[in-house]
């Protein structure tokens, strides 16, 4: 039972790189979202999908990409990395099956130099 | 719009001391609140959620919150703390005219003496 799995845990990024953060999840949820957390903000929506091919944004949305081709799957792109990205990451995930229960994955730890 | 308030980024109690952090929202509408728990470099853990069913909600590790609606507050609660407590906690509010989306507050890092 994976839940939410997010890859990789730790990246050091140099500006101007590009990544992906990975998130997926096997309880077949409908709902998947990305958050961002910086110290003494709590967590701030980034984008957000409501179901496979549809995303929207969030609070923060700018400098981040996302798609859903899949049910399972959310991945997160910054295109060109900026140190005001350096932050923690966080995936979460509800269904129905969860109620009104978001799920979060482990985390991934971002620093952009 | 939904905002979250926690008063307070710090507190701190010794062992066995009655454990309150704080919690304000503001919704146009009787929303879902929920407390999360976090423990160092680790993701979040629900540790309790109001859904508009008992106003008094009790959840794991001996926590339990009230909400009050005249007081738009969500506070949570534990009798006396223990060392395994220490955390960050996060308040959060969601509304379904609003999808459903989580909004969080600044959280609140307990600090547990001995």
């Known amino acids: 039972n994976a839940g939410v799995t997010q890859t990789p845990k730790f990246q050091v990024l140099k500006t101007g790189q590009s990544m992906t953060l990975q998130c997926a999840q096997d309880m077949n949820h409908e709902y998947m979202s990305w958050y961002r957390q910086d110290p003494g903000m709590g967590l701030r929506l980034i984008h957000y999908?409501?179901?496979?091919?549809?995303?929207d944004q969030g609070e923060v949305p700018n400098g981040y990409n996302v798609s859903r081709s899949t049910t399972e799957d959310f991945p997160l792109r910054l295109l060109s990395a900026a140190p005001s990205q350096t932050s923690v990451y966080f995936c979460?995930?509800?269904?129905?099956?969860?109620?009104?229960?978001?799920?979060f994955g482990e985390g991934s730890w971002l620093t952009v130099v | 719009a939904q905002s979250v308030t926690q008063l307070g980024s710090h507190v701190s109690v010794s062992e066995g001391a009655l454990v309150l952090l704080r919690c304000n929202y503001s919704?146009?509408?009787?929303?879902?609140l929920f407390w999360y728990v976090q423990y160092p470099n680790q993701g979040l853990q629900l540790l309790l959620k109001?859904?508009?069913?008992?106003?008094l909600v009790k959840g794991i590790n001996g926590f339990e919150a009230e909400f009050k609606k005249s007081e738009t507050s969500f506070h949570l609660t534990k009798p006396s703390a223990h060392m395994s407590d220490a955390a960050e906690y996060f308040c959060a509010v969601s509304e379904p005219e609003y999808g459903n989306k989580l909004v969080f507050g600044a959280g609140t890092i307990l600090r547990v003496k001995s």
């Open positions: 999908s409501v179901g496979a091919g549809i995303t």
């Open positions: 979460a995930s509800r269904g129905q099956s969860s109620g009104n229960t978001i799920y």
């Open positions: 109001y859904t508009s069913a008992a106003t």
């Open positions: 919704s146009s509408v009787p929303p879902y």
